[in-house]
């Protein structure tokens, strides 16, 4: 088996701006929307991992028959 040669890994680093101040001002613009959207996103995946089964039991307690927590959770 061969050996594999290193891995290039992608600097977390943000790079010196190049150019003229307008255009950073606008790629730093961008890049704050990008960031808060990346961690906006990354939040609500949370959320939604974690509070999607919850919120199916709620709702399914709340039905008009209430079934009892074992009957939610049977798959059958």
């Not at 891995?7 to 990008?34: N, Q």
């Amino acid at each position: 088996m061969a050996a594999k040669g290193p891995l290039k890994l992608k600097a977390k680093g943000r790079k010196g701006s190049k150019g003229s101040s307008s255009s950073s001002t606008s790629s730093s613009k961008y890049e704050l929307f990008k960031d808060w959207t990346n961690w906006s996103l990354k939040k609500a995946k949370v959320a939604t991992h974690y509070g999607f089964i919850p919120l199916i039991i709620v709702v399914g307690m709340k039905s008009d028959p209430k079934p009892h927590l074992f009957q939610l959770l049977s798959p059958v």
